[in-house]
């Protein structure tokens, strides 16, 4: 049997890790990071586009990507309500 090779590469801003499936090793799946945060998976090799709608999609908490992450720590963006309102709560 064939098992995926694991490694790490970067898109842009992104890294992506290509792991092995853990119903079925021979196929891979692909897990995107944006710095330390895990914003989404992939069974598919992501794109920059595919990276950058985990991102908006993680930054908006819509239900294809939900995190507890923080947005700040998540992007670093300082602006907007909810940094305002995480910024205020410290």
Known sequence: MNIVETRTFQLGQYTVQQRPRFDSPSW??????????????????????CCEWLEHHQRHQTMYAYSSAKLPELTGVRRGARYLAHKRSR
């Open 28 to 49: 891979g799946q692909y897990l995107v990071f944006l710095g330390n945060i895990l914003i989404g998976k992939s069974f598919s090799m992501p794109d920059i586009g």
